[in-house]
């Protein structure tokens, strides 16, 4: 993963700078911002290749983007984006629509037609998380997708909820993926997409069922990590969450060689882990790590550590103490 920042430019040339280089890194661009502004406008943005699929999570102060006939005509990839807000809010134009996004909702826009996009038009920062990848990797008819430009895709019901939550996870830990993880992540990131379009499109049969399935088991495990502090967590929240029968859950999960508790449960233990060898938190005793992430007997989530790592959560913590010492 590759990170751009204007953090270490001098305040006069930091707009200067970041138009020059975001012109070059996505499709050809005219970023603006008010001239009263530029003084203290500041940008970060996460570059990461997930296969066919380039992710860029952005976070900005108040910015336009324009994507002018004069920049299509010099230089069009032919992609779809698809964005989705991750903080603040987003406005969009293209194609004689726009729409206002909040944390979650999605939008579509195609490179080789003009677009406008306003980041932070509130004056607070906003970040997204905007994914770029081949036209032809969607199994749909240009016109149908077409009627999607620049429309709000709620964050909050249906299935943009299920994927967006998916691509919230996903910005969030683009940091921590190995290069296995982007391979996977590629096919489960188009199927997602794919899955989200094709409820927009109302044009589920149009998606092969392989594709449906893995990009319902993406968004289940996005749900779970979403909320794997609730302790309340369990199989039957999880299905009807996702309108599917607790048979299918677990049917999903037995085919991957898992069950849905210890699914669960791993994830549970590795956020303690991550948590417990973390010497910001040092101060927090580990029973309330441990009822953050959803264990709520003592007992029993030392039992668990034990048996998945050959150490108590005591004497783990120990050891990264006395490393961290060191």
């Not at 661009?29 to 502004?37: F, G, K, T, V």
């Not at 036209?135 to 709000?152: H, I, N, V, W």
């Amino acid at each position: 993963m590759e990170t751009l920042s204007t953090a270490q430019i001098p305040d006069s040339e930091r707009f200067a700078a970041w138009r020059e280089v975001s012109s070059k890194r996505w499709v050809p661009l005219e970023a603006r911002c008010d001239p009263h502004l530029e003084s203290t406008f500041r940008a970060q943005a996460s570059f990461s290749e997930l296969g066919p699929v380039q992710v860029v999570v952005l976070t900005t102060t108040p910015l336009s983007i324009h994507r002018t006939p004069t920049l299509i005509r010099r230089s069009d990839p032919e992609t779809f984006l698809v964005t989705c807000t991750v903080g603040g809010r987003v406005w969009g134009e293209q194609d004689g629509r726009n729409a206002e996004l909040h944390v979650g909702d999605l939008s579509l826009r195609d490179s080789s037609q003009p677009y406008l996009t306003r980041l932070a038009p509130d004056g607070h920062a906003a970040q997204t998380v905007c994914l770029q990848f081949a036209r032809s990797l969607l199994p749909f008819a240009q016109r149908d997708l077409r009627d999607l430009l620049a429309l709000r895709i709620p964050g909050d019901r249906g299935v943009g909820a299920l994927s967006s939550q998916y691509l919230l996870q996903l910005a969030r830990h683009l940091h921590e993926f190995s290069p296995a993880d982007t391979v996977r992540l590629s096919t489960l990131t188009l199927d997602v997409l794919t899955a989200a379009l094709a409820g927009a499109l109302d044009a589920h049969s149009a998606v092969p069922p392989h594709r449906r399935r893995r990009a319902l088991v993406a968004e289940v495990h996005a749900f779970i990590l979403t909320n794997l502090g609730d302790a309340h967590l369990s199989p039957e929240a999880i299905a009807a969450a996702h309108h599917i029968s607790l048979r299918y859950l677990h049917r999903l999960f037995h085919d991957d060689g898992h069950t849905v508790a210890g699914w669960i449960r791993q994830r549970r233990l590795q956020r303690c882990r991550r948590d417990l060898a973390d010497p910001r938190l040092a101060a927090h005793t580990i029973s309330s790590i441990a009822a953050r992430w959803g264990f709520t007997s003592p007992a029993h989530f030392s039992q668990a550590f034990r048996s998945a790592y050959g150490l108590s959560p005591r004497q783990f913590r120990r050891q990264c103490a006395t490393v961290h010492a060191d």
